[in-house]
Every structure is written in C-alpha cells, then in structure tokens.
C-alpha cells in the first residue's frame, strides 16, 4: 500500500511503512496537476499531503553560518525564502531531495539557489549535519557570503572564529632563545596553525607587543609544516634590528641580509640560508632575482607599506612565488578600506575579490567597515596593550637598531674620518659630539645644510612610530639632548601630524613646567613632550604617557633610567614602553653596548654609574665603528 507521509520537512511515499525518496517534477505531476500520477497513488492530495498547501512558486534557498548550541565548530543552517515573504529553516536534506514542507506548505527549490549552494557547501566542505569542519571551509563561505552568493555569514567578528579551529597545544617554540608571554604562545600557535593551512595571516598586534618575537618563533618552529627558505621584506632602516633579532631569539636560523652593493646577483646564493631579509626597494630592484625562488613563505614587516594596490612596490611584493603569506603591521587601515584590502590581497589572494568589485560593495563608511571586518578578522590576530596588560611587566623596553642609507653612511663616515684625524686616539667622548649628533638629525650638526625631519632615516622612523602611537589614541614622551632636535620634533608633530607637541627643557623656568605637563596630561587623545633627560629632576611626573622615547642615547644609563622613570612610575595603571632607537655600527651602537654592559654588571643598582671622559675604551670603539663596513650577515 502506498500514501504520502511526511518524514520531518520531507515529504515521501510510504510504501508498506517504508519511506521512498520522490522529485519535486513528480509531487507537482502528481499533486499539483494531477497529469502523471505516480504508480499505485490517486491523484490529488492523500495520506498527510491532505493537510499541507502546495505552492506553484519554488522557493530560494540559502545558509546561514552561525553559531550552534553545544558545539565548537560553526555550521551552516538552511532556510528557505517563499516568493510571498517570510524565512524558515529547513533541514540539509532539502539539498538532496530539491523540495521541502516549511510552515505548513510544499514548496520546489528554486533550482539556481539550490545548484550554487550545493557547490559551495561542496567546496567548503560542510559535511552532512551542516557543520564546517575546516578553517579554510569557514573562509570560503565568508567570502562567498561577501560577494552576495547563497550564503549569509552572521557569526561574531574577532580572533577566536580562527582560533576554534587551532588545535590545543602546551609548550613553547623549539629554537627560541627567549620566554614567550602567554598571548605570545597564542600568536605562535595561531600563526603556525594558519600557515599550516597553507594561507597565511596578518599579526596586527599593537606596538610593544612583540610581533617580531612571535614570527621568529613560527619561522624556527612551525611544526610539521617546514619553512626552510622564508624571506623578510622590511622597510630597509629595520634590516640590521631584523637580523640581529634573529642572532638574539634563533641563533640555529641562518640569515643573510641582502641589501647594498655588494650584495648577491645568484638566486643559489640566496638558497644557502634559512633567512633571506631584504628591503622593499630592494624587492623592485631585485624582483627578477626574487621570483627565481619559490619561498615557503614571505613576511612583511610594516606591511602598511604595500596599502597602495597600484604602487610599484605592491604589486611587485604580490608577484613573488610564495607558499604562504604573513603581513605585521598595527596600523593594519590607516585611511581607507582599500589599505586594508591590498594587504588581505597579499596574504590571501581573491579572498575579498578583485578591487574593482571590493569598491563596489564597499564604499567608505563606518557601515561598510563593519562589514568587512567579519571578513578580515579570522585572518587577522589582533591584541592591545590593554587587553594583554596582566602578562606584561611594568615595562617593555623595545630596542630599534636604525640602519642607515648608504647616503648617511657615507657622510657619517666622512665626519667620523675627520674626527680621526683630528684627535687621533687622544679623543675623548666630548670629540664625539659631532658623530651623536649627527645620528639624532644631520641639520643638527655644525655647518650642515638643513635638510627635511623625514629626509633622515632614524627621523622617518621615529614618525611611523609616533604615528602608531597617535592611531591608538595614546600620548608619548620623547628624550633627546639637543635643544634644536626637540624643536623639530615637536614643530614635526604640530605642523605635520596635528597633534599637540611642546618641549620642556633647560629653556623653560621651573614654575613653568607643571602647568605644561598639566596641560599635556589633560588632552584626550594623542599628544607628544620632547624633554632633555636631565629636565625635571626626581619629581617630574608625567604618568598620562604611555610610551617612551629615547631617541638619542645617553652614555649614562642612570640617566636613561631616570628619564624612563618620568612615565614608568606610581600612578601609571598601564604598561609602559620604552623605545630605545640607535644607529646601527655608529657610535649609538657603542653607546648601546656601554649602556647594557653597565647594567649587567650592576644589576638593579645603576645609581652612581657616570660617563667620564676617561672612558677611554669607549672612545676608541665608538671611533673605529663605522657604517660603510657593516659585515651585513
């Protein structure tokens, strides 16, 4: 005997009490007009068919992807859309049969929406139940869902849609000369997982936070998945703190600083290291030698660099032979959505379209914003101080070894040439005045022609840094020993960042300097002090300030300290960190070395430790160090 029943939203024959699956032609045929019934039933409706109205319109069908109760792992749940308005959810066998009951009604499957959905929970694949099963799964049906297709994605923005599906793992990365925080563990974990995925991911953690750290990390140790030939692109001033960080935290990693003219024109050259790091001019000048290597993978430091989809240097980066992509930046959108576009197009190419569509759908508004970041944010692990604040110390300290241009190079040696010659080895630290200050600013220096802020390297650095530092909405303290360099700092800030920027030094009376700090301390948002290191004595306090600046060393590291004790103090709620910037193979560097090999030898108990001119071991080293003859590996 055979009737119509219904088994859940399906309806079937029943054929002695066992359900027969049926086509949606032949319920239409059967039920709806009544012209070629099928075998052994009546036309017309009988059994359970009697009850449920039958629809000549077919209803679309689409997917959600959302959460579901009582699982990890997010699922796409079905729902069809009647021509006459309403959505109700429907079970994943509509996919196989092509009709469905929902709210009391038959309806056909609109049979487009049913063929596009099919392919995407097929390409996705999502398995039977509905659940999406792998992280590369959850980005294509993000990124159909973008584009408009059969697809609706309304799962919440934010780091843990990736983390999910990273596997649970305790320990720390083999190689790593360093202990890693424990939102640094996570961003190990969660960039060898993406790599591992064979896509790729943007670390956009804040300034101070340690992404150069947790991308070695991956890099000497991404599990199962070997990276034996990775190249670093960063902007050139950063090649020689990328090398010596690898020195530092992978000593096993071999490493080749390619830049200058001495440097390889023999792709095999290249293949000897673990490590390739390069500069982005020196990607376009190189780029032919660039795409003879398949790399494992590409990073890209300050990868904000590339947020121009037609610069040369963009499009140059997006062409070289990668396996996978990783881009560090904390200003990850520092104007339009586009910016954030081209580094998403890098890191995994079509995901958000092509450009052209990408404009289309989005047009700039905080509306169109929020939109996108659904999209962005399981390939993008962000973290702010404020969030992380439990795992860090009181203070961070971020040393920055400056590399300077060939140009620079060749005129710091120049005066350091003439310094030797004047002094020979009688010269004493005040002789190395010239060669100090011409690591703070060239304009600065006696007889030099004034030049732009940004035209010297450590200066163009120290704005990028500011700059961050302003795009998070947080003020700084900068320290510098020459009165000239505090005036263009601050005259930097005002006229060309906007923000508010005074000097506070030997020029300013006394009573003039609470009112000042006052002042600073009660502007909301950024704002930036240039201070001289000996201003202010043991009782400045200047606690709004969360970051520090010393953007020229001190010989004397308890002044350093004393300075950093300005904003690193009693009544700061968040932590501190403290930017140490100094050229690469200058007299910085020895400065630097001093300064650390003092404080190893007197551990907490700096006070008392005086730079004299009769540090004569200094002098010598600090005159015999020169840029031009950087050994560059």
């Given at each position: 005997?055979?009737?119509?029943?219904?088994?859940?939203?399906?309806?079937?024959?029943?054929?002695d009490?066992?359900?027969?699956?049926?086509?949606?032609?032949e319920?239409?045929?059967?039920?709806?007009?009544?012209?070629?019934?099928?075998?052994?039933l009546?036309?017309?409706?009988s059994?359970?068919?009697?009850?449920?109205r039958?629809?000549?319109?077919?209803?679309?069908l689409?997917?959600?992807?959302?959460?579901?109760?009582?699982?990890?792992?997010?699922a796409?749940i079905?729902a069809?859309?009647?021509q006459?308005g309403g959505?109700f959810?429907?079970?994943n066998?509509?996919?196989?049969s092509?009709?469905?009951v929902?709210?009391?009604?038959?309806?056909?499957?609109e049979?487009s929406?049913?063929?596009?959905?099919?392919a995407?929970?097929?390409e996705a694949?999502?398995d039977?139940?509905g659940?999406?099963?792998?992280?590369?799964?959850?980005?294509?049906?993000k990124?159909?869902?973008?584009?408009?297709?059969?697809?609706?994605?309304?799962?919440?923005?934010g780091?843990?849609?990736t983390l999910?599906f990273?596997?649970?793992e305790?320990?720390?990365p083999?190689?790593?000369?360093?202990t890693l925080?424990?939102?640094?563990?996570d961003?190990w974990?969660?960039?060898?997982?993406?790599?591992?995925?064979g896509i790729?991911?943007?670390?956009?953690?804040?300034?101070?936070l340690?992404?150069?750290?947790?991308?070695?990390s991956v890099l000497?140790d991404?599990?199962?998945?070997k990276?034996?030939?990775?190249?670093?692109v960063?902007?050139?001033s950063l090649?020689?703190?990328?090398?010596?960080e690898f020195?530092?935290?992978?000593p096993?990693?071999?490493?080749l600083k390619h830049?200058?003219a001495?440097r390889?024109?023999?792709?095999a050259d290249?293949?000897?290291y673990d490590?390739?790091v390069?500069?982005?001019?020196?990607?376009?000048r190189?780029?032919s030698?660039?795409k003879?290597i398949e790399w494992?993978?590409?990073?890209l430091?300050e990868a904000q660099?590339?947020?121009?989809p037609?610069?040369?240097?963009t499009r140059?980066v997006?062409?070289?032979?990668r396996k996978?992509?990783?881009?560090?930046?904390?200003?990850?959108?520092?104007?339009?959505?586009?910016d954030l576009?081209?580094i998403?197009?890098?890191?995994?190419?079509g995901?958000?379209?092509?450009?052209?569509?990408f404009?289309?759908r989005?047009e700039e508004?905080?509306?169109?914003?929020?939109k996108?970041?659904?999209?962005?944010?399981p390939?993008?692990l962000?973290?702010?101080v404020?969030?992380?604040?439990?795992?860090?110390p009181?203070?961070?300290?971020?040393?920055?070894?400056?590399?300077?241009?060939?140009?620079?190079?060749?005129e710091?040696?120049?005066?350091?040439?003439?310094?030797?010659?004047?002094?020979?080895?009688?010269a004493?630290?005040?002789?190395l005045?010239?060669l100090?200050q011409?690591c703070?600013?060239?304009s600065?220096t006696?007889g030099?022609?004034?030049?732009?802020?940004?035209g010297?390297?450590k200066?163009?650095r120290?704005a990028d840094?500011?700059s961050?530092?302003a795009d998070?909405?947080?003020?700084a303290?900068?320290?510098?020993s020459y009165?000239?360099?505090a005036?263009?700092i601050?005259?930097?800030v005002?006229?060309?960042m906007g923000?508010?920027?005074?000097?506070?030094?030997?020029?300013?009376?006394?009573?003039?300097r609470?009112?000042?700090?006052?002042?600073?301390?009660a502007?909301?948002g950024?704002a930036?002090?240039?201070?001289?290191?000996k201003?202010?004595g043991?009782?400045l306090?200047i606690t709004?300030?969360?970051?520090v600046?010393?953007?020229?060393?001190?010989?004397?590291?308890?002044?350093?300290?004393?300075?950093?004790?300005?904003?690193?103090?009693?009544?700061?709620t968040?932590?501190?960190t403290?930017h140490r910037?100094?050229?690469?193979?200058?007299?910085?560097d020895?400065?630097?070395d001093?300064v650390?090999?003092?404080?190893?030898?007197?551990?907490?108990?700096?006070?008392?430790m005086q730079g004299?001119d009769d540090?004569y071991?200094?002098?010598i080293?600090?005159?015999?160090?020169?840029p031009?003859r950087?050994?560059g590996?």
């Amino acid at each position: 005997m055979k009737c119509w029943r219904l088994y859940g939203d399906q309806l079937k024959v029943d054929i002695d009490g066992v359900p027969a699956a049926v086509t949606a032609a032949e319920i239409i045929d059967t039920i709806v007009e009544g012209t070629s019934p099928l075998e052994g039933l009546d036309p017309g409706k009988s059994g359970d068919a009697a009850s449920l109205r039958f629809s000549r319109y077919p209803a679309v069908l689409s997917g959600v992807v959302e959460e579901r109760s009582g699982q990890n792992l997010p699922a796409v749940i079905l729902a069809v859309r009647p021509q006459f308005g309403g959505s109700f959810p429907v079970s994943n066998a509509v996919l196989h049969s092509g009709h469905v009951v929902a709210n009391g009604s038959w309806y056909s499957i609109e049979q487009s929406s049913l063929d596009e959905l099919r392919a995407l929970l097929t390409e996705a694949g999502v398995d039977d139940t509905g659940r999406v099963l792998t992280f590369g799964g959850l980005l294509a049906l993000k990124s159909a869902a973008s584009k408009g297709l059969a697809v609706e994605d309304v799962l919440p923005s934010g780091s843990e849609a990736t983390l999910r599906f990273v596997p649970p793992e305790s320990g720390s990365p083999a190689g790593i000369s360093a202990t890693l925080f424990p939102y640094q563990i996570d961003g190990w974990r969660w960039l060898k997982f993406v790599i591992g995925e064979g896509i790729g991911g943007l670390l956009a953690d804040e300034m101070g936070l340690g992404k150069t750290l947790q991308v070695i990390s991956v890099l000497a140790d991404c599990g199962k998945k070997k990276l034996s030939q990775t190249l670093v692109v960063a902007p050139g001033s950063l090649l020689e703190n990328w090398r010596r960080e690898f020195a530092k935290f992978a000593p096993s990693l071999s490493v080749l600083k390619h830049h200058g003219a001495s440097r390889t024109g023999r792709y095999a050259d290249l293949q000897k290291y673990d490590v390739v790091v390069a500069s982005y001019d020196t990607i376009v000048r190189d780029q032919s030698l660039m795409k003879m290597i398949e790399w494992d993978a590409v990073v890209l430091d300050e990868a904000q660099n590339i947020r121009n989809p037609e610069a040369i240097r963009t499009r140059t980066v997006k062409s070289l032979p990668r396996k996978v992509a990783v881009a560090m930046t904390g200003t990850p959108m520092e104007n339009r959505l586009t910016d954030l576009w081209s580094i998403m197009d890098f890191i995994a190419p079509g995901y958000l379209g092509d450009l052209e569509s990408f404009i289309a759908r989005h047009e700039e508004s905080v509306d169109a914003a929020q939109k996108v970041e659904p999209l962005v944010t399981p390939l993008m692990l962000r973290r702010r101080v404020s969030e992380v604040a439990q795992d860090l110390p009181a203070r961070i300290d971020v040393p920055e070894v400056i590399q300077l241009s060939d140009a620079e190079a060749a005129e710091y040696e120049r005066i350091r040439q003439e310094i030797f010659d004047e002094h020979g080895r009688a010269a004493t630290l005040i002789a190395l005045t010239r060669l100090r200050q011409f690591c703070a600013h060239p304009s600065i220096t006696q007889g030099a022609a004034k030049t732009a802020p940004t035209g010297f390297t450590k200066f163009a650095r120290l704005a990028d840094i500011l700059s961050e530092i302003a795009d998070i909405r947080e003020k700084a303290i900068v320290f510098t020993s020459y009165t000239e360099m505090a005036d263009m700092i601050a005259g930097y800030v005002e006229g060309q960042m906007g923000y508010f920027a005074a000097t506070l030094d030997g020029r300013l009376p006394i009573d003039g300097r609470q009112p000042l700090i006052d002042r600073f301390s009660a502007i909301e948002g950024p704002a930036v002090m240039v201070l001289n290191p000996k201003a202010g004595g043991a009782g400045l306090n200047i606690t709004a300030a969360t970051h520090v600046i010393h953007y020229n060393l001190e010989w004397n590291p308890a002044l350093e300290d004393q300075a950093s004790a300005r904003a690193h103090r009693r009544g700061q709620t968040l932590p501190v960190t403290v930017h140490r910037l100094f050229c690469a193979d200058t007299v910085e560097d020895v400065v630097n070395d001093r300064v650390q090999a003092k404080r190893a030898i007197a551990g907490a108990a700096i006070v008392g430790m005086q730079g004299r001119d009769d540090d004569y071991a200094d002098v010598i080293a600090a005159l015999e160090r020169s840029p031009v003859r950087r050994g560059g590996r």
